[in-house]
């Protein structure tokens, strides 16, 4: 995860040639991730998967509604970070990984 703070507001007058647009300087500040990295690649599988809706490919349809149960998912479209992280740690507990 990354945050972003704006430091700085640039006139466009700041720089030769002057483009036709204003510009702004930021701070991008890396945060350390809630995934451990030994399951890095498995999480960015499981992203991929979940981003593409393919939930069949992750979970059988039981496991889909208890991980759903379990992180409080009641509607797919409003999903929040916290609920996909027990939702991808219901996934490695139904694969054996934790």
């Known amino acids: 995860q990354v945050s972003i703070q704006q430091l700085l507001k640039l006139p466009a007058e700041c720089f030769h040639p002057k483009p036709k647009v204003n510009s702004v300087l930021i701070k991008l500040t890396r945060h350390t991730t809630d995934v451990p990295d030994k399951y890095w690649k498995l ?3 499981f992203v991929s998967k979940w ?3 393919e939930y069949r490919q992750l979970f059988t349809k039981n496991q889909f ?3 759903m149960k379990h992180a409080k998912v009641n509607n797919l479209s409003t999903i929040t970070y916290e609920q996909v992280l ?3 740690n219901s996934y490695l507990l139904f694969n054996g990984r934790k």
Do not use: E, L
């Open 51 to 53: 981003v593409n809706r």
């Open 65 to 67: 509604h208890q991980a």
């Open 86 to 88: 027990s939702i991808f």
């Open 43 to 45: 999480y960015t599988y």
